[in-house]
């Protein structure tokens, strides 16, 4: 099994920027592509960014490319998201999510863990 857990989330104005953090622990050696997906108020979970394991590809949604980045850092088993010129659009809970699948997944059901979300809120 693997664990993951956010942190980072919070509250900044439009414009702002945040970085949210996510570690893994358990069987991490099994931990292929890493995402970040999101859920606002209201609205359906959605696809942000992921990142193959070596961290050499890279999808992003539409709505974030070129705001934000995503990393990580597999000696530390860590995996970030920078985010920048935030809008009031990106308030949502932010998910940490894991997958087998050696190719960059977008979709959530390829993905098999999951943290517990942290909450980030873009004011205007």
């Known amino acids: 099994q693997v664990q993951l857990v956010e942190s980072g989330g919070g509250s900044v104005q439009a414009g702002g920027s945040l970085r949210l953090s996510c570690t893994a622990s358990?069987?991490?050696?099994?931990?292929?592509?890493m995402g970040w997906f999101r859920r606002a108020p209201g609205k359906e979970r959605e696809f942000v960014a992921a990142?193959?394991?070596?961290?050499?590809?890279?999808e992003y949604a539409d709505s974030v490319k070129g705001r934000f980045t995503i990393s990580r850092d597999n000696s530390k088993n860590m995996m970030y998201l920078q985010m920048a010129n935030l809008e009031p659009e990106d308030t949502a809970l932010y998910f940490c999510?894991?997958?087998?699948?050696?190719?960059?997944?977008?979709?959530?059901?390829?993905?098999?863990?999951w943290g517990q979300g942290t909450q980030v809120t873009v004011s205007s």
């Open positions: 999510a894991s997958s087998w699948y050696v190719t960059v997944q977008t979709t959530p059901e390829k993905f098999d863990a």
């Open positions: 358990g069987r991490t050696y099994t931990i292929y592509t």
């Open positions: 990142i193959s394991r070596q961290g050499i590809n890279t």
